[in-house]
Nanobody
Framework: EVQVVESGGGLVQAGGSLRLSCTAFGTTFDDYAIGWFRQAPGKEREVVSRMCSSEKYYADSVKGRFTISSDNAKKTVYLQMNSLKPEDTGVYYC????????????????????WGPGTQVTVSS
């Protein structure tokens, strides 16, 4: 089990940028897949991006605009969000599931066990 906490959300105008951080407490991310998910009002939670070591995935809606990266020394995974659109508005969650090489790196939120409380991102038009 790993505890994760998100930070970096806020209000930004369309076309702007934000960087979200997901920090682990109690352990490192070495044995975990990390995913970023978001949930807009009235919609289901959806994957935005996830990484297992160097393997990275992006939802089609954010490809070319968002970048996931990690700093192992800081036990932090980042989500750099550029060219933000109003439809990117939602609560962004960081989550983790146990992972090791040779096993699947999931994009399905149901496969993730450890979730942060979320951080609000609002993009105004």
């Amino acid at each position: 089990e790993v505890q994760v906490v998100e930070s970096g959300g806020g209000l930004v105008q369309a076309g702007g940028s934000l960087r979200l951080s997901c920090t682990a407490f109690g352990t490192t991310f070495d044995d975990y897949a990390i995913g970023w998910f978001r949930q807009a009002p009235g919609k289901e939670r959806e994957v935005v991006s996830r990484m297992c070591s160097s393997e990275k995935y992006y939802a089609d809606s954010v490809k070319g605009r968002f970048t996931i990266s990690s700093d192992n020394a800081k036990k932090t995974v980042y989500l750099q969000m550029n060219s933000l659109k109003p439809e990117d508005t939602g609560v962004y969650y960081c989550a983790a599931h146990r992972w090791e090489r040779g096993f699947l790196c999931y994009s399905d939120p149901d496969e993730y066990d450890d979730w942060g409380p979320g951080t609000q991102v609002t993009v105004s038009s």
